[in-house]
């Protein structure tokens, strides 16, 4: 009888736990993975990111002041863009454009927006990515 009672009290420590560790897993495979996004929607201008169009490819990374992958992101993509004449690197605070943030659906930095030659929106990064991540999805636009 004791023993059942004390596997009932640690029934719901175990549940949170499981699902703590479910989340945990879920939220580490998800962070810096890139989604190719369908060509849709309205089409992001220098004017509206603050920097010039890649003549293929942007790279536009919304970044925070405290934010420590923030960095490492800014570091892999200028190294990047360093090597490929034809794609920029823009990068927006974005604690000073909320507006923007709120218009692109941006929920947390480091987030990067991979836009065609045209400003579309063709793929996003959520957290920090790898760099074959970002070579392989700038090598898919044409």
């Given at each position: 009888?004791a023993?059942?009672?004390l596997?009932k009290?640690?029934l719901?420590?175990?549940?949170v736990l499981?699902?703590?560790?479910?989340?945990?897993?879920?939220?580490?495979?998800?962070?810096?993975?890139?989604q190719?996004?369908?060509?849709?929607g309205?089409?992001?201008?220098?004017?509206?990111?603050?920097?010039?169009?890649?003549?293929?490819?942007?790279l536009v990374?919304?970044?925070?002041a405290?934010?420590?992958?923030c960095?490492?992101t800014?570091?892999?993509?200028?190294?990047?863009?360093t090597?490929?004449?034809?794609?920029?690197?823009?990068?927006?605070?974005?604690e000073?454009?909320?507006?923007?943030?709120?218009?692109?659906?941006?929920?947390?930095?480091?987030?990067?927006?991979?836009?065609?030659?045209y400003?579309?929106?063709?793929?996003?990064?959520?957290?920090?990515?790898?760099?074959?991540?970002?070579?392989?999805?700038?090598?898919?636009?044409?």
């Open positions: 009888m023993q059942t009672t596997v009290s640690f719901p420590i175990l549940i499981g699902a703590a560790t479910a989340y945990g897993l879920w939220y580490q495979k998800s962070r810096g993975k890139i190719a996004k369908a060509i849709s309205k089409a992001l201008t220098s004017a509206i990111i603050g920097g010039e169009l890649g003549s293929r490819a942007t990374q919304f970044s925070s405290f934010c420590t992958p960095r490492a800014r570091t892999l993509l200028e190294n990047v863009v090597e490929l004449n034809d794609v920029r690197h823009v990068e927006i605070d974005a000073t454009n909320l507006e923007l943030v709120r218009k692109l659906d941006i929920r947390s930095t480091p987030t990067t927006l991979i836009l065609n030659s400003g579309v929106e063709v793929g996003r990064a959520v957290g920090a990515p790898k760099r074959d991540q970002v070579l392989t999805a700038l090598a898919a636009i044409k």
